[in-house]
């Protein structure tokens, strides 16, 4: 009997612990097959990529022209860029949506969304434009470049634009620009009398006090009005565009210096409700393109005038002379009239003038003692 009982609890252990086996590897395999069937964590979601902003850029210019409608190019490439596209700018040349002289009241409405051009073209606007692009025997590229970025210029700029509903920015330089060309000599200030000449600014202001006629065209204008008499004589820039604009076929004389524009700055404007939409992060691409250009636009200028002057002498034959001394003195006088009375007649003109004289006799004894004693001996 004992011996039966033995033989039953082996039994029932037995099994109990081959029951026990089976149901702990079940529980294994369970536990393993559970661990390949669990479901893969879902996968984080792409972040939305960023809206691109798509704007317009009118321009005075023709389209592409070299180093200005390029300047106006590559603000738009650069600006794309260093945003990785998410501020695109379409140029339209002078013509292509809005006039060249159309330009500012297009993007002050807001038809399109910036402009580039010069400033000195908006005096019928504000006469206080005028200071920020040129001032007759005033500041030249380097002068104008620390008055407005460190001589309080910039903000005066700010001031008179937002009037307007827009926001300026420096975008290039033409540097000193030559005289003009004109179909008779200047010997004298009665040369000048009853002469009809494209200039534009204070520049066209001096000319009118001298007893001329000031006639504003845009550039891609001023050839057919110089070659059907139109005009007697024209400025332009200097002579890498003169050379390309073909003045040389039809006027004789090329005269310097160009005592009217020492150093013009050109501007890339900003609707002001389109520039407060921007994010920070691309108001600031937007003011590091337009330093760049102002950069590339004035190098490109010092690179090339030289060998476009020499190609206008020596295969074209052109007439290089330069305004008597006489003449130039009288010039200036004039000029300082024509600034006193410009200056007089508009409050915001005469803020604008103080500040620029003002910093003007901050510099200048430094540019005479260090830039003009070293321009003395620079050729020797």
Known sequence: MEENKRRKFIKDVGVGAAAVGVAGLAGVLSS???????????????????KTIEWKMVTTWPPHFPMLGEGADNFAKWVDEMSGGRLKIKVYGGGELVPPLGVFDAVSQGTAEMGHGAAYYWAGKSPATQFFAAVPFGFNAQSLNAWLYSGGGM????????????????????????????????????????????????????????????????????????????????????PFHDLKMGFYKAAKYYYYPGWHEAGTGIEAMVNLDAWNKLPDDLKAIVEAAAYKCNMWMLSEFEAKNNGALQELITKHNVQLKQFPEPVLKELKKLAKEVLDEVADADPMSRKVYDSFLKFQETIFDWNKLTEEQYQQFKYL
């Open 32 to 50: 393993c097959k559970g661990e390949q069937e669990a479901p893969k964590p879902a996968a984080k979601a792409e972040a939305p990529k960023p």
């Open 155 to 238: 903000e005066l700029w700010d001031e008179v634009y937002a009037k307007f509903n827009l926001k300026p920015f420096l975008a290039g330089n033409t540097g000193v620009q030559m005289g003009g060309w004109f179909n008779k000599e200047i010997n004298t200030m009665d040369d000048l009398k009853g002469l009809k000449m494209r200039i534009p600014g204070l520049g066209g202001k001096v000319l009118a006090k001298a007893g001329g006629n000031a006639v504003l065209v845009a550039g891609g204008e001023i050839y057919t009005n110089l070659d059907r008499g139109v005009i007697d004589a024209t400025e332009w820039v200097g």
